[in-house]
């Protein structure tokens, strides 16, 4: 079975500029243009019947679509030695309404909450090897990203399959955002 997560694709040119921010901290296994995504919901591993479900309850969510722009970088942890290199939300509101309506959704299925507190981000790179005054230079040289803004009209369902590579992201199904109808 593989893992499955709730997240936001990235346009061409967001990718693009974190791609190019992709560089200079020794050790770091950075994510690629191809893996960066916001997660909304991890859900873990979900046998096909409750995926279907899953499914079935998303495909009728009301949501409007929104702007989002990304923000400065940090880590996790926020203490201790730094394990990911992050790019952060200038304005999480419409993401945390998003996922509040998606939680709202999911309740009756068995799917177990993700026990961590949701912190929007997009993963950068892993930094577990790295040393520490690279990642902090790292973070000093990009406290001022900012990318363009963008306009966020799909929630994806994706799958995680680990991999010798990683793990390899792929979308098993999207649903449109669209304005609540009264």
């Known amino acids: 079975m593989a893992r499955l997560f709730l997240g936001l694709d990235l346009p061409p040119d967001v990718d693009a500029h974190l791609d190019l921010m992709s560089c200079g901290v020794p050790g770091a296994r950075w994510e690629g ?15 096909g019947r409750v995926q279907r479900s899953l499914v079935d309850a998303l495909t009728g969510l009301r949501s409007p ?9 940090g880590v996790f942890p926020p203490r201790g030695a730094p394990s ?11 993401l945390l309404a998003l996922r509040q309506k998606i939680v709202a959704r999911l309740r009756e ?3 177990a909450a993700d026990p961590r507190k949701f912190a929007p981000h997009v993963t950068l790179a892993r930094v577990g090897a790295s ?3 690279a990642v902090v230079a790292y973070l000093a040289d990009h406290v001022l990203f900012r990318s363009e803004t963008f306009r966020v009209e799909q929630l994806n369902l994706y799958s995680s399959v680990r991999s010798a590579k990683g793990s390899q992201y792929r979308i098993e199904a999207g649903f449109p955002l669209r304005v609540e109808v009264r």
Not at 33 to 47: G, P, S, Y
């Open 33 to 47: 243009r191809d893996k960066f995504h916001l997660t909304l919901l991890f859900l873990d591993e979900l046998d």
């Open 131 to 133: 040393p520490v005054d």
């Open 109 to 111: 299925l068995p799917v």
């Open 84 to 94: 990911s290199l992050w790019a952060g939300v200038a304005d999480p509101a419409p």
């Open 65 to 73: 679509p929104f702007e989002l722009t990304l923000k400065g970088v």
